[in-house]
């Protein structure tokens, strides 16, 4: 895969080979993250956040990242104000805002959105997330964070054991994870969902022909040797009713007494944020948050390490960040 | 026309002397537009970008345009949680907001805000539309890209051909880019639009009075040797319904058989933009953006010129802009 | 107090020795304000100016600052969007997005909501606002303008007299400025209010337990020796009904004319912004505007050194800034 110039819009562009690209990149963007050194490789490129669906967390991840390297940003949130709503095509957005910009993240609520912006924009294109369609920037922090987990373990992808836990139907994140795993060798699915939220058969037809194993279980019952527990929140908004949402709440709830029951004492817990920290949420219970193998927190650190590779590669930087390093001159909390 | 320091509140303020310098600044921003080298001699100046009336093509180009100079951006969007909501005037949030940086761009509802806005800066003001009242950063992209075009082809705005199509009567880009070419010489002008939407006698007498050519017709008939064609949109929002608005759709409609009946080869196609494509809109056809005479997108990128080009003006760096010239070091696509 | 990597919250946390301190550090930051030069100290840092209550002035104040030292700035705007209002936890929203910026200055609705997102933040928080609680940044505005105009006059704090006029029950502003106040010698309180809108008991205790004198008063009457008179305005926002904040209305008006009639010609006139200009408002009058001891305008524009002082001093480089100094290359007006 040659990202020179390229898009990124599915998780279907990747191979195994080019996510252990992006993968090396990003392990090279943790210095500069972590502030013991930071580049200005990017001093001068301008990054168009078009946030055309509002998302605080991904929006300003993808500016940090932009930031980080050296670059500027010019943003944009929402829709009701946009030409967008007054009748103009997404051909035509994309030809004037990809002329203000050198790379663009976008995020739109219509599935496809994104991809048919790509073909009118003279600059790389990035999904930020279309709808119920994609989110392909989630997909490999997720990934990358598995990675990053099992090698502290000793371990790696290949041959390990994932429980997926919760709505595993309507959640966009657990889907274009289980695709990027399916290129890697050896994988348990252990998939934790009742009948109606199960996951889609097209999902559970690529882990199969792929290869891999899996179960699937309306319970999280006995003892599992998972290596990461993926736990999803119920989308209440892809729901016909509240009632109905609400009569899921609950069933898939994780805390540390359920933890220790189930998993070992190694298995590291995901999420896709933001968790529902309300007491009727019962979904990540904040009693989790001393167990060291509560990982969801390095994943969107993680985030921004993905979102700086991706940057860096689509914009064809990525051998020659480090020949613009600079000293971080302000005090950093250890 | 002294620039340094000045607001750019109409397009009153200009004669021809000083659009020629104007768009002679603006065609030496082109290699920092495409990216042939950039520049910082903004490096550390601030914009205030003051979108009380959202616009995001608009704001985001004016962004850019600091940007691409290699100034910051402070921005605000939107009227309902400004202390003018609270009965602050607008001298007062002149007096604080000129305090936060170096030169303003401002957009507001209401017509005369801006000049009123610009009484109370103590910083450089430029008008990014005021209502119904001015726009003159649009009127002067239009021109210009009017002049780019024109000497494509071997000619100037002396002695050109415009046929100005649509709702000329609520349209403030047809109305300012009129006075403008009302400073060139020998300029003929064919407006065309039904008698309830005809260009106001104000600007008609500006015409007759520099001594233009104009001739008005309800019809777009036979055949026209225009070089600039320019569609306008039906102004929905100043209608006092929507059923009154929709008896002039699609009786503007530029399609390619329409364009190739009843204009030349080489007649360049110009529109404000944002253009409704919807299926129902007939107003700018998708079939034309095969059409090489297709300007419109030319025009929003020649806004970042002409928008770098009165940062630097009124900044007082425009001579001084090359001897901060940097090298591009990401890929750029051709 | 050590202000390197710590959280400013509130108030309470200054004795006078910090304010001493982040006084010299405003007053050092004049020139880059004034653009006589500039430092690029934090090229590279990032804010996170999180206004999940909007506010235009208090929001570009902070970036500008943030700006003027070199620094980058995500930002975001309204609450209804975010995380937090699909039940995410202040802690859960803190550590994902202090993994995204170097420093956060942050508002809220909620009284105590920044110092419970503090906790879980992994960098420095500046409260901005939250709620009726805490505007920690404002206070020390109003005092540091109130030592520069004294200082003007010859005099300074210690020692000084100061008239509050208006709602200081609801008005957050005053109760801060006066605590701060308490920490100087023998200042002179002169509160001035309707009887439900008395200063509260609490502040009234720390003003006498602090060894400084105070009149309580209904009326504004007779001639007043204040050295600086605090006009606050009717929080409309915090009265049960509109018709109950409107009795109160022009009850503290200030014009000309009473000021001459109550006060010094030296006595400064001070307003925490915005003001309500609308005829019916009667609040500070606009033929003031032309009064030399108007400070409203100097209080806003102080706000940026107060900032920027912040800034550099909980990132540790309040030491280092002229190390960095750079030359303005654009003009500025005189």
Chains 1, 2, 3 share one sequence.
């Not at 599915?10 to 080019?18: I, L, Y």
Request: proline share 3%.
């Amino acid at each position: 895969m040659n990202f020179k110039g390229s898009h990124i819009l599915s998780v279907n562009q990747f191979d195994r080979e080019a996510i252990e690209h992006v993968f090396n990149v990003a392990h090279q963007m943790l210095p500069y993250a972590k502030r013991q050194k930071r580049t200005n490789v990017l001093d001068g490129a301008i990054l168009g956040n078009l946030f055309f669906e509002p998302s605080t967390r991904t929006r300003v991840s993808f500016g940090t990242a932009f930031n980080l390297l050296g670059g500027e940003v010019r943003e944009t949130t929402g829709l009701s104000n946009s030409a967008l709503a007054k009748g103009e095509s997404l051909y035509d957005t994309a030809r004037v805002l990809s002329g203000y910009s050198d790379i663009i993240a976008m995020r739109h609520p219509d599935a496809g959105s994104v991809a048919e912006f790509a073909e009118g924009s003279r600059i790389p294109v990035i999904n930020g997330g279309d709808g119920a369609n994609e989110h392909p920037t989630q997909a490999l922090l997720d990934l990358y964070t598995i990675q990053k987990e099992l090698q502290a373990h000793g371990n790696n992808i290949d041959g390990m054991h994932i429980a997926m836990i919760g709505d595993l139907k309507h959640g966009r994140t657990v889907h274009s994870l289980s695709k990027l795993l399916c290129l890697f060798k050896n994988v348990r699915f252990t998939l934790i969902s009742p009948n109606e939220l199960a996951m889609p058969s097209s999902i559970i037809d690529t882990i199969q022909n792929s290869g891999h194993k899996f179960t699937i279980t309306e319970q999280l019952e006995g003892s599992l040797d998972a290596d990461i527990c993926y736990q999803t929140r119920i989308q209440e908004e892809r729901f016909p009713s509240q009632e109905e949402a609400n009569q899921y709440r609950g069933k898939f709830r994780l805390n540390q007494q359920i933890y220790t029951k189930h998993f070992q004492s190694k298995t590291v817990i995901m999420h896709p944020l933001p968790r529902d920290s309300r007491a009727e949420a019962n979904e990540l219970d904040n009693d989790l948050n001393l167990n060291p193998n509560l990982a969801i927190f390095r994943q969107t650190d993680n985030g921004v390490l993905v979102r700086m590779a991706l940057f860096a590669l689509t914009l064809g930087v990525d051998t020659i960040v480090s020949q613009f390093d600079q000293k971080v001159h302000w005090h950093v909390n250890s």
